[in-house]
DNA sequence: CGGCGCGATCAAGCTAGCTTGAGGTTGAGA
DNA sequence: TCTCAACCTCAAGCTAGCTTGATCGCGCCG
């Protein structure tokens, strides 16, 4: 059990939760990396445990696989997050979090007077005022809108 | 200009900002009904402008076409929602909209626990709890998840 | 009554984030 | 040494919400 710091794909499937599949695409994306044995199977390191759990607390955060791969890419060659860089970025998450409750806040107003007013007009209402397109992202693709 | 209540589906689209193979695909998806000219084209109802004027609000709100599909579904025979049937829709908007509030704002608070601990821990972090799947439903399929 | 702009109908494509399946290889334990 | 679970590589599929393209038909204006 000494060097057990090398890891099949399938244990790290077990330790983070995520499906063998997801991880080799996350590979795939370059979110995570990995080193062959002679027979081309994936090993990891036990730090990519932590790696995938980061990116799997981001994603709760809303963060899409790019962004939350700009992240990792910012830290310095690549290693995975320790807790200074943790900290730094989760004050960056909170950031994002924040701005989307501000958002949702103030459609919430909005609706609010709407219910009021009733008016549904797509004029005069306030709910459909260009600056909050996209407002409280929903799911499914919104590019377009942009 | 008298029987100007039925139009077309470029007009229709010019009033709602809507793309026309947007439209004909809520047609396929029956948030919204035509009727067809001896020559196969549609024409809508003027207060279909109104209808997707609704669609468009309730998608900004974070619903799913499904979702404003069964609001919709909800109004007697399929009319138009009026001021009233407004109203008692957007009640229930508002209770959607501080839920996800609510989901989010928690969401925080455990960052900000977790700024303070850096621990990252997939078993004792607190951003890691089951219940929160989905937490602040990021872009793109979750269903596999829950 | 001729032209062309608007409309119609499929089928396929695109984004995100994966899963599923087919078909084949590896490697650790009995 | 043999076995069989675990691994590999593509390719295709799925959800949501549309768009794009190809190839047509309709209908209004002059």
Chains 1, 2 share one sequence.
Do not use: H
């Not at 499937?13 to 990396?33: C, F, K, N, P, W």
């Not at 002679?38 to 445990?49: A, E, P, V």
Request: hydrophobic letters at 35%; aromatic letters at 4%.
């Amino acid at each position: 059990m000494n060097r057990n710091d090398i890891i099949p794909i399938g244990v790290l499937a077990q330790r983070t939760g995520l499906a063998v599949s997801a991880i080799r695409y996350y590979e795939d994306r370059g979110l995570i990396a990995s080193v062959r044995t002679g027979g081309n199977q994936r090993r990891f390191l036990r730090s990519d445990i932590r790696r995938l759990g980061f990116v799997q607390i981001a994603q709760k955060l809303g963060l899409g696989l790019a962004e939350i791969e700009r992240e990792l890419a910012a830290l310095p060659n690549g290693r995975t997050p320790n807790v200074l860089d943790w900290q730094r970025i989760s004050r960056s998450l909170r950031k994002e979090i924040d701005a989307r409750i501000q958002l949702l806040t103030r459609t919430r107003n909005k609706l609010d007077e709407c219910i009021g007013c009733g008016c549904l007009s797509l004029d005069r209402c306030a709910l459909y005022n260009k600056e909050d397109r996209a407002g409280a992202a929903g799911p499914g693709p919104r590019y377009v809108l942009d």
